[in-house]
């Protein structure tokens, strides 16, 4: 897990060819994906998905933390943008409410757009914030 937070590759790459459980959680039921995810940390995303990590959650992390890159990746990667926590918010959910309508909430939506993308998310978050 510190080795996902801290984007170390080589100790991750090392963990999982000695058998590391590439979906283990901590106590608070983050896994490394999550927490690579959500520290913009591209390339251990990307080895965790090759071996197999479960992206849905991580997709949530990574849009509200604003890691466009890792959001592409995950989604390239076929994660659900569909996918809820147990609270029921969604990735766009998460990205809108921090406020990140033109990044990762049009990521989320469908494929980066652009800026006519704003609308869309602009009516989504308001509607994830009330």
Excluded: F
């Excluded at 801290?6 to 979906?23: I, M, P, Q, S, W």
């Excluded at 998460?94 to 049009?106: D, H, N, Q």
């Amino acid at each position: 897990m510190t080795a996902a937070e801290h984007g170390d590759l080589e100790v991750v790459r090392l963990l999982l060819e000695a058998g590391a459980d590439k979906n283990a959680t901590t106590t608070d039921w983050s896994t490394a994906l999550m927490r690579a995810a959500e520290l913009g940390h591209l390339e251990v995303v990307r080895l965790l998905l090759k071996a197999g990590a479960d992206g849905a959650t991580a997709l949530i992390d990574a849009a509200e933390y604003d890691q466009l890159e890792v959001v592409r990746l995950l989604l390239e990667a076929g994660a659900d943008k569909n996918a809820a926590t147990i609270a029921g918010e969604t990735a766009l959910m998460g990205a809108a409410k921090y406020g990140w309508t033109l990044g990762s909430g049009a990521l989320v939506v469908g494929g980066w757009g652009g800026p006519e993308c704003c609308n869309h998310c602009w009516g989504n978050s308001l509607d994830a914030r009330s």
